[in-house]
């Protein structure tokens, strides 16, 4: 069974910087596709950063020049270090996964963590 577990959100002054965490645990050989998604209170959840395995990267022009995602294959482990944070970065930040080998078995559906906070106010 793939569980992702996120850390490092939090509370920030505008301006500040927080590094978001997410590992994927269980048998798993290779992921493709890793990532953030956000959601904002009364908002649809959105795309913030997606890297795959071969090391592409894109992201929401939103947050284009400030946030920057990277990932450790060997574990399994992608981050999103958000720099320059302004209140509307405010949301819950869920790490993404699909395109999972695991166990001899290909997974396409995607697989979420829980969801990790980032508050950004003075």
């Known amino acids: 069974q793939v569980q992702l577990v996120e850390s490092g959100g939090g509370l920030v002054q505008p301006g500040g910087s927080l590094r978001l965490s997410c590992a994927a645990s269980g048998s798993i050989s290779s992921i493709n596709v890793m990532g953030w998604y956000r959601q904002a209170p009364g908002k649809q959840r959105e795309l913030a950063a997606v890297h795959t395995r071969t090391g592409s990267t894109n992201y929401a022009d939103s947050v284009k020049g400030r946030f920057t995602i990277s990932r450790d294959n060997a574990k399994n482990t992608v981050y999103l270090q958000m720099n320059s944070l302004k209140p509307e970065d405010t949301a819950v930040y869920f790490c993404?996964?699909?395109?999972?080998?695991?166990?001899?078995?290909?997974?396409?559906?995607?697989?979420w963590g829980q969801g990790t906070q980032v508050t950004v106010s003075s």
């Open positions: 993404y996964a699909a395109g999972i080998s695991s166990g001899g078995e290909f997974y396409g559906n995607p697989y």
